[in-house]
């Protein structure tokens, strides 16, 4: 059996994402701390600017797939009970999808 | 085969009591990375809230500053950074692990002591910043 995401391939798109997720939150923190947005319409030009809405959205999309991956992990090795196993994954994978289109929300109501 | 097994084997403790495990340094780190990636799932809805409110309108960006004024809500978030603080230095050291820095035991153990260390001072830093 192979899903998309599973096995070696889970194993790598684990540390891609681990990179670029570790690599904008050093940038982005740096950035904020250095530069702090004096005011709504400089936060929001900063976080709508082409290159970081753009880094962000990706940023987001790598959390949460990052956040699939090790959270399954976490629930394979300590969740038994086929049916429990089966609800919690379904919930959490809800819980991701939604909070990518409500990610996408925010970010594109920066933008326009 | 069980005949195998002397009385003096039968009688080796087994700590199957987490609170008498006493976790090597470097059990600690990776357990801990593990509860703080599952912190960081949680808090995640509470992050995207606060990101959302503050991009709003002028409104919403002021009410994310006075809700960060609240003690109990930097509590939280303070609970959150460290959380994030060691996911990523201990994130760090597996991938570097992956890479074979710091895959002898005495590497590991050097490895996991300089990822608690940095959490430490990095937290202290972001406390005296934030508070």
Known sequence: MSSPLSGLRAWIVQRVT???????????????????????????????SPAISVASALFFGALLLHAWIGIRDVVLDYVHPLPLRFVILVGVGLALVAQGIWVLRILYGAVA | MS??????????????????????VTGFVSIAHRLAGVLIFLATPALLYILERSLQDPAGFS???????????????????????????????????????????????????????????????????LL
């Not at chain 1, 681990?18 to 030009?45: Q, T």
């Not at chain 2, 005949?3 to 090597?24: C, F, G, H, V």
Request: overall charge positive.
């Open chain 2, 63 to 129: 009410a994310v500053r006075s809700l960060l004024d609240n003690a109990l809500v930097r509590l939280g978030l303070v609970v959150v950074l460290v959380a994030v603080l060691h996911h990523l230095l201990a994130g760090i050291r597996f991938l570097l692990i992956d890479l074979g820095v710091g895959e002898s035991i005495g590497g590991a153990r050097r490895g996991a002591w300089l990822v608690l260390a940095g959490v430490g001072l990095s937290s202290a830093a972001a406390l005296v910043l």
């Open chain 2, 3 to 24: 005949e195998a097994i002397s009385d003096k084997d039968n009688r080796r403790p087994k700590y199957l009591n987490l609170l008498q495990i006493r976790l090597p």
């Open chain 1, 18 to 48: 681990a990179v670029y997720v570790a690599a904008f939150l050093v940038y982005a923190a740096a950035y904020l701390m250095l530069a702090p947005p004096v005011s709504f319409e400089a936060w929001r030009a900063w976080v709508g």
